[in-house]
């Protein structure tokens, strides 16, 4: 089954800091019905304004991974980790038994984008931890590259819960085949461009697809596109 949803359908808030995109029920907005999609429970796409940003706040049993898709993102957290993100990098917090951190825009006349994404851990009361790496943008041309894994796979950031994030950008009229094991579970989200699937179904920028007894999948860019694929187990309903 593939369930396409729209970008005109997220829920959105904006204040004057901050423009935030939710797929999954999140904050201010609840659905019974968008809870989550497998272990995955949130993706937000949020736009951060220069000098601005989420101050130090506390999170709880939750895998976190940010994705920098344009400008800077400043992290500190109570596990003395202090660093500055940009394109390129990617990080996972593991909230585990408790964690404060603040994640701002340190820049004064550049919008940090990024994409921040929250996974049920695949065990309770983990020690917090945190990791971030550096991929190399030229290997997502025509290739799904893995950057985040529960697999301990080289070149990736480690996260508790059995996933895969991969990243690619796929040249107009190039296409990718993904294949996975049955009983899984297919996520994605397209972050610019336009991409087919399987020859039936045409996604936009941001919008998203939650696909379910369906293991081989090819995604063909209709223009130059940009997206994030996720390997999921199934369950988790």
């Known amino acids: 089954m593939i369930q396409h949803i729209p970008a005109k359908n997220r829920f959105v808030t904006k204040n004057d800091w901050l423009e935030s995109y939710f797929s999954f029920s999140f904050g201010p907005y609840y659905d019974e019905n968008n809870i989550n999609f497998g272990p995955l429970r949130v993706l937000n796409d949020d736009i951060i304004q220069p000098n601005n940003g989420f101050g130090i706040h506390p999170h709880r049993e939750a895998e976190i991974v940010t994705i920098v898709l344009r400008g ?10 202090e660093g500055i993100l940009k394109y390129g990098n990617v990080q ?20 940090a984008h990024i994409l921040q994404l929250w996974f049920k851990p695949s065990e309770m009361q983990l020690a917090p931890s945190y990791e971030d790496f550096t991929f190399d943008p030229d290997t997502l041309r025509n290739h799904l590259t893995p950057i985040v894994s529960g697999n301990a796979m080289e070149n990736t950031v480690f996260i508790h819960q059995d996933v895969i994030l991969y990243l690619s950008k796929l040249d107009a009229e190039q296409n990718i085949h993904f294949q996975q094991q049955k009983g899984r579970k297919i996520y994605v989200f397209i972050i610019e461009g336009e991409v087919m699937l399987n020859d039936e179904l045409t996604a936009h920028a941001r919008d998203d697809i939650r696909i379910t007894e369906l293991h081989d999948l090819t995604l063909q860019a209709k223009q130059d596109a940009f997206f994030l694929l996720i390997d999921l187990p199934g369950g988790e309903e």
Not at 75 to 80: A, P, V, Y
Not at 92 to 111: F, I, K, Y
Request: charge should be negative; avoid cysteine.
């Open 92 to 111: 996972r917090m593991t909230a585990g038994t408790g964690v404060l951190h603040s994640e701002v825009n340190p820049t004064s006349d550049e919008e």
């Open 72 to 81: 800077q993102l400043k992290h500190e957290d109570s596990l003395n980790n």
